[in-house]
């Protein structure tokens, strides 16, 4: 699971993989059930284009160009096609989802997820459709800072809370989220910007770093920063 | 790094990235190869004996259709000799009868005899379907890479280890 390495901060393309794969583990872990569909008809036109591609290369080897021709343009046609169809499938109908899942209390869910070059953050879009077939859509802005360390180590608590706050469906099926960042918005009025770390979660990342204590680690709001530099 | 290979769905999924990269570089060749109807569309000169029309590494276009007139005396055309396996570059001075069993002769514009040495055995002159195209454009000094790879087989060993390294560390 990407979410336990430490990757480069500087890496855009790490902090959106890492946050991608973040979003089916939490919702997953809530119960959602998740659904493929999407995933699959693209690996499925995919590997069939590779298949045809592949077959192609083995009647060329085995019987050479001139008696295969026609056999050969129609392969080539047909791979257009199939190519074709994938990037229109990738571009017009997946458009960056990463998760699509039915709650617990069976609304759906599709969560897209985007970044700009060289801009840290995250564009989440969610659509959920309720039972009753009533659509909404969710957009969220935030940076990627929020919920990664110094280190690059990934925090769940704050990306949970995210969903957990902006999003009614996935916050009934977790409340305790939903919560803990209510209390954590008030911390960080407190300490001024401070990232809201619960006093647990320093724990864990004091117990990982090998450094400090959980005193220490409860102290003050420049603690709360986590890594390594805590100690100075 | 190899964090996705936990998630079959993730793992075939760039497993298809890396297939399609090959796939479809693969398959236009072959859809140039039917359009000019060649076998070989693009090819590499590999000897100084066409300058200084062609010096070698130039890279040549092939277009092996007769849609409005027969190949002709004075076309520089690629052509295989049977039981050689390098396609080789040189323009057309003779050409006897008409049809596709016309007898044809070549040489090189920079060498002093025509081609019936580099014939195969017995073989006096070439019909039309030795040759592979006509040469339509060329690019001059671009396939001087795969000279070079050819040439120092070393090359391909470190070029192969460098991509390995750069599909094996990047996800995107």
């Known amino acids: 699971m990407a979410s336990q390495e430490k990757i480069s901060v500087y890496n855009l393309a790490d902090l959106k993989n890492t946050s991608d794969d973040a979003i089916p583990n939490y919702l997953n872990s809530l119960r959602f059930r998740q659904s493929h569909r999407l995933t699959d008809v693209r690996l499925t036109l995919g590997f069939s284009a590779l298949a045809l591609a592949a077959a192609t290369f083995a009647w060329d080897c085995k019987f050479g160009f001139d008696s295969t021709k026609h056999l050969t343009a129609v392969a080539v046609a047909l791979y257009t096609l199939l190519n074709g169809a994938l990037a229109l499938w990738i571009s017009r109908v997946e458009r960056g989802t990463v998760y699509v899942g039915t709650s617990p209390s069976g609304d759906e869910v599709r969560i897209s997820t985007s970044v700009e070059k060289n801009v840290p953050v995250y564009h989440v879009t969610i659509e959920v459709t309720s039972k009753g077939g009533k659509k909404e859509t969710i957009k969220i802005d935030r940076s990627l800072a929020e919920w990664f360390d110094e280190t690059g180590r990934f925090v769940a608590a704050p990306f949970q809370a995210m969903f957990a706050r902006g999003v009614a469906v996935i916050g009934s099926a977790d409340p305790k989220r939903a919560r803990v960042e209510e209390e954590g918005d008030q911390k960080e009025a407190e300490s001024a910007g401070a990232a809201a770390y619960t006093p647990e979660m320093l724990d864990v990342l004091a117990k990982a770093t090998g450094v400090g204590s959980a005193s220490d680690a409860e102290a003050t709001g420049a603690a709360k920063k986590g890594g390594k530099r805590r100690k100075a | ?172």
Do not use: C
């Not at chain 2, 996705?4 to 479809?24: C, D, E, H, K, W």
């Not at chain 2, 520089?76 to 069993?101: A, T, W």
């Not at chain 2, 671009?142 to 280890?161: A, R």
């Open chain 2, 1 to 172: 790094m190899f964090s996705s290979l936990q998630n079959p769905r993730q793992a075939a999924a760039q497993l298809l990235n890396f297939g399609l990269i090959l796939s479809t570089a693969f398959m236009m060749w072959k859809g140039l190869s039917v359009v000019t109807d060649s076998p070989s569309p693009i090819v590499v000169v590999l000897s100084g004996s066409m300058e200084p029309a062609f010096q070698r590494g130039d890279l040549l276009l092939l277009w092996n259709r007769n849609l409005f007139e027969e190949t002709n005396v004075g076309e520089v055309v690629v052509y295989n000799v049977k039981g050689k396996d390098i396609p080789i570059v040189h323009r057309i001075v003779r050409k006897f009868g008409s049809g596709p069993d016309a007898k044809l002769l070549t040489k090189g514009d920079n060498n002093a005899a025509d081609d019936t040495e580099l014939y195969a055995r017995g073989q006096d002159y070439l019909t039309r379907k030795d040759i592979v195209g006509s040469v339509v454009a060329y690019m001059p000094f671009v396939g001087y890479v795969t000279i070079m790879l050819s040439e120092h087989p070393w090359l391909k060993t470190v070029m192969l280890g460098i991509m390995g390294l750069v599909v094996v560390l990047q996800r995107e």
